[in-house]
């Protein structure tokens, strides 16, 4: 009899209404705690780690995010018995020893992906997954596998790309260094997700977020919103995103610049406010092991960030573009990189002494609009010293 036998987070137990014989044990349990041995022989899906989704996968788990158990369907799992303890948290799993019926029904990816990876992941934050276990005597194992395994759907990103819905953005970066690392279809063995771009388009999208009334924060917490509001632009005239998408290589290279200067802005803010350097590679969400390199242009960098403090103060320098006399183009105002090097050490310090939470920065509203208007000031008084030089005042 194969059995496993490991601390649990919590357990909610639910009997079926249809079929009171099958109960479903929901689980939540840690990374590091995850049994690494569980069958998958049941599943009839083998995992395969090197297309762009399973490589995803292993990101996610090896970032520095912590709601991993939230964007994540979890892990299915068919079994014999189930026991917990609930004095000392602890779940006995009983698999039998029929793999053909139990073990790992679906989620064979990320399960992989975690014990895989686990050890990778950032050790001051607790990631959790969620198993749902399901019991049943009389249980269909075969049936139940064909339900959640074939009906497998492809992605309103790959069916747009079908239709050839992201040839101006291919055509924008035709001549960057990353233009064949980008994944357009699920199934493409790339490092670049086209959802990466998209997000950065919708940070800037001024079409729907004007000024600091509101802010994008989907760019960071919600994927699927922004595909939404993607797929909702498309037959828009104009289109916010094609006349945005001219300018992703600028876009890119201050996300890039981004991730590469924050450390350093950190450690100026705190310097000035304590004395004294700061290890910035002590904060929760903060990475500063191994060889790290850049989202895009895998250029080398000190740290790697959590996407809750980068988007806050990426998103802040949309206030720096604008529509042209026409209405139908994009223009800056002022570059970005140089009003980052202005605005920097601002922007990282009102992000960090807002929370130092990733997850919480990067879903406040306000942090959003504070950080616009940082930039939106300093744009203000460029354009004043401007029309200053202009009238021979300075």
Do not use: C
Not at 81 to 97: I, P, Q
Not at 146 to 167: G, H, P, W, Y
Not at 234 to 244: G, V
Not at 289 to 299: A, K, M, V, Y
């Amino acid at each position: 009899m194969t059995t496993e036998k490991f601390k649990v987070k919590s357990v909610r137990t639910v009997k079926s209404p249809s079929n009171p014989s099958v109960t479903t044990y929901y689980v939540w349990v840690n990374f590091k705690d995850l049994p690494d041995n569980i069958s998958l022989d049941v599943n009839p899906r083998k995992p395969k780690m090197t297309t762009a989704v399973a490589k995803q996968l292993i990101r996610a788990v090896k970032d520095s995010d912590s709601d991993f158990d939230v964007n994540n369907r979890g892990i299915v799992i068919t079994a014999k018995k189930v026991a917990f303890e609930t004095s000392h948290g602890m779940l006995t799993l009983d698999l039998d020893d029929d793999r053909s019926r139990f073990g790992i029904l679906d989620g064979g990816h990320t399960y992989t992906a975690i014990i895989q990876n686990r050890d990778e992941a950032p050790v001051d934050i607790e990631k959790y997954v969620k198993l749902e276990i399901i019991v049943g005597d009389d249980l269909d194992v075969s049936a139940l596998a064909d339900a959640r395994n074939t009906s497998i759907q492809v992605s309103d990103i790959a069916l747009f790309e079908l239709d050839d819905k992201f040839d101006f953005i291919k055509e924008a970066v035709a001549n960057e260094s990353y233009a064949n690392d980008i994944a357009y279809k699920d199934n493409d063995n790339k490092r670049i997700p086209i959802a990466n771009l998209l997000k950065l388009l919708f940070s800037f999208n001024i079409k729907r977020y004007p000024n600091d009334s509101q802010a994008p924060i989907s760019a960071y917490s919600g994927k699927a919103t922004v595909f939404k509001d993607y797929k909702k632009e498309y037959s828009s005239n104009p289109n916010i995103y094609k006349t945005l998408a001219p300018h992703l290589p600028k876009l890119v290279n201050l996300y890039e610049l981004i991730q590469k200067e924050i450390g350093s802005k950190y450690q100026q803010f705190k310097k000035h406010e304590e004395g004294k350097n700061a290890k910035f590679g002590a904060v929760r969400g903060v990475d500063n092991r191994g060889i790290l390199t850049t989202d895009f242009t895998q250029s080398k960098m000190d740290y790697d960030v959590s996407n809750g403090f980068l988007m806050p103060i990426f998103g802040a320098f949309r206030a720096l573009i604008k529509f042209d006399s026409t209405g139908k183009n994009i223009e800056w105002e002022f570059d970005p990189l140089d009003v980052w090097e202005t605005a920097g050490v601002r922007l990282v310090q009102n992000t960090f002494d807002t929370d130092t939470n990733p997850q919480q920065t990067g879903k406040s509203k306000t942090l959003w609009q504070a950080n616009y208007r940082i930039v939106d000031s300093v744009r203000k008084d460029l354009l004043l010293e401007k029309l200053m030089h202009k009238q021979g005042l300075n």
